[in-house]
């Protein structure tokens, strides 16, 4: 697993602000991927599926990390079966299966490609401060990342985390949601290579 938490402090950073603004052109079924929907192979075919707009540039891991832009142009897996209590970054114990399939998938895309790099994205709802809830992003990102690698195989190297506290609220609202107490997968490397 890969931690860069002394570039927390510079999040302020708009890599991508030269970029228009994102223009779908895939359905959104197919764009947000939800993992209590797919099964393994299509979470392997969301991995293994090109970025939905063509590259402009290469990219390194922290402008990926920081830019949200940036991550809009690969497709997402939501773990929307794996729901976190308020404050809390433990998955039960009755959640972990829902994450074989999406293990899987990653597992066939490194097998294609042993460099894949794939970003685990924790969230948080809007309850708390932004402090405390970018910090419980970050542990609930790393806690699924470890069941990933402990539990079902996943190579560490092949796997970075990131905590986005309440930027990227699901349902927006200031109370507390489900919802938006999650973690969302995305393969990263196509962003990392030269454009094609």
Known sequence: LVD??????????????ALPPLRLNVPRDQYIVSGAMADR???????MAPPVERLQ??????????????????????????????GSAAVRQSQVPYLADIAGGMLDVINRNPGALFLVE????????????????DRRAETVARILTDGFGVPPENIVTEGYGEQFLKIYTQ?????????????ITPLL???Q
């Open 175 to 187: 109370e507390a949601e489900r919802q938006n107490r999650r973690v969302t997968v995305r393969n």
């Open 4 to 17: 860069q938490r002394e570039d927390a402090g510079n999040r302020q950073v708009n890599y991508g602000q």
């Open 122 to 137: 924790g969230h948080t709802d809007a309850v708390g401060s932004d402090l405390s809830n970018l910090m419980l992003s």
């Open 41 to 47: 192979r299509a979470v392997r075919d969301t991995f």
């Open 57 to 86: 540039s290469r990219y390194t891991l922290r402008e990926v990390r920081e830019n949200e832009r940036l991550r809009e142009i690969v497709r997402r897996v939501d773990l929307d079966s794996i729901t976190f209590d308020t």
């Open 193 to 195: 290579s030269s454009a």
